[in-house]
């Protein structure tokens, strides 16, 4: 966070046209950058902030959360304008001559507030409506939920999953790693697996759309990943992959759905550049993580059924807008949210979490379902809001028609236009920077 700040003084001090475009430019950039590399945790974003209120933020169908965040240092450096040419004195020149000061940082604050709130109580959620059931299992993550042997852990999804699935019901879905130790070249013949499947063949037209941990065996022969981990079996070394994944289960199919999440969690899902920064894996072991980290698939998908398309977004990839993007590039005509947010206990962060898929909401106009392995499950309409919220640490289950909606939104065609401008921005301004020191420095040489 230093360095754009860094950057900004530099270039006031050698390029003093530039003003604070540079400081918005740079600040920009850093979220945009810290958005896309292995050490991300973008709870950061300013246009984050605005999760708990996205009635004031409906605008993000056109911007994203980068509009947010350019509202906000465009408001902040208007504000330190003013104060920085304010005289702290009564004078009714001085007064006459901040009085526009003062009305533009109020239009730009209050102007986009007031066209979001108008258009949030005007705006329906668009699109056909259909049935979907959320389950909310509530095992404790740290030292019940991979203790308990599957048997048990799917009688308690079964017997949740009967008691609120009906005949209209078209999907059911259940939080992210519901049952672990799938194979990925066979799947179907997994107890837990064979479990699901009798769910659904008794419910048909039901798709049951869950989490799962799961791996892939690697061939002799077959070229390995970065993140392979090697295991010696007796006299056998064995090569796999380990994923945190999404599959749909459904009567009659001839092949199951599976998606790969790809964006991990640093330290308990991914080792950030192991390479380099190997010498952290004692807080990775103590994070139950790999110095190997997690297998990605490097495209979103969205998983299709007769019903429509849904986006299997797990856990963290909530948090990341033009990511979740993709999912509707892909075709997503509403989102399954799947997480276990019981390693939070019951502290702010699982709050968040759950406000950040609110600004996905409005993002891509999809409405959202939401299955926590403890609280909070829900249901999230297209402008935002949260519905059917259940409580933390407790079993679960909720059922609603959400619309499913095929609209592409200004912001999902185009992405996270507002910080690409902004990167070539400071491109540009670093480049004159470095000319100007360069410059500089040749003539302090000619002088001496």
């Known amino acids: 966070m230093y360095v754009p700040i860094w950057f900004f003084h530099k270039t006031r001090q050698y390029l003093p046209k530039t003003g604070y475009l540079s400081f918005v430019a740079y600040w920009l950039s850093f979220e945009f950058l810290h958005l896309n590399w292995e050490i991300s945790w973008s709870w950061l974003t300013l246009g984050n902030a605005f999760a708990q209120f996205p009635q004031a933020v409906q605008w993000y169908e056109y911007t994203g959360v980068f509009g947010g965040s350019l509202w906000v240092m465009a408001a902040n450096v208007l504000v330190f304008k003013l104060l920085e040419k304010m005289e702290f004195r009564f004078s009714p020149k001085a007064a006459l001559a901040q009085g526009w000061n003062f009305w533009r940082i109020k239009l730009l604050v209050l102007v986009p507030i007031a066209v979001s709130l108008v258009w949030y109580f005007n705006i329906q959620d668009e699109g056909r409506d259909v049935e979907v059931a959320v389950v909310q299992p509530n095992f404790e993550p740290h030292y019940e939920k991979f203790n308990i042997p599957d048997r048990e852990q799917m009688e308690r999804f079964i017997r949740l999953s009967e ?7 078209k999907y059911v879905v259940w939080p992210e790693t519901s049952f672990d130790g799938i194979r990925t070249d066979d799947m179907e013949n997994h107890p837990a697996m064979q479990v699901a499947k009798q769910f659904v063949e008794k419910h048909p037209g039901v798709k049951l759309v869950t989490g799962v941990s799961a791996y892939k065996l690697f061939k002799d022969g077959e070229p390995h ?44 899902e991914i080792l950030p550049y192991h390479e380099v920064l190997f010498f952290l894996k004692p807080i990775v072991d103590q994070l139950d993580g790999s110095v190997e980290g997690h297998g990605i698939q490097k495209y979103r998908e969205a998983f299709p059924s007769s019903d429509g398309k849904v986006a299997p977004s797990i856990c963290y990839e ?7 993007g993709g999912y509707v590039r892909a075709g997503a005509e509403a989102t399954f949210i799947m997480t276990n947010d019981g390693w939070w206990d019951d502290s702010g962060g699982h709050r968040q979490h759950l406000a950040y898929a609110r600004l996905r909401a409005v993002e891509t106009r999809r409405s959202i379902a939401r299955s926590a392995n403890t609280g909070t499950s829900c249901f999230i309409n297209q402008r935002g809001d949260v519905q059917q919220p259940t409580e933390y640490e407790v079993e679960a289950t909720i059922r609603q028609n959400i619309k499913f909606n095929d609209r592409i939104t200004f912001y999902v065609r185009w992405g996270d236009m507002i910080a690409r401008f902004a990167f070539f921005t400071t491109m540009i301004l670093l480049a004159n920077l470095l000319a100007k020191k360069l410059k500089a420095r040749a003539e302090r040489k000619a002088v001496a």
């Open 163 to 169: 008691q609120v699935v009906t005949p209209n019901t």
């Open 225 to 268: 990943t970065r993140n392979t981990r090697r295991i010696e079996r007796g006299s056998r070394t064995l090569y796999l992959e380990v994923y945190n994944a999404a599959l749909q289960l459904e009567a009659g199919q001839d092949s199951i759905p599976f998606y790969i999440k790809s964006k991990l969690v640093p330290g308990a």
């Open 318 to 324: 909530s948090v990341f807008g033009d990511y979740n």
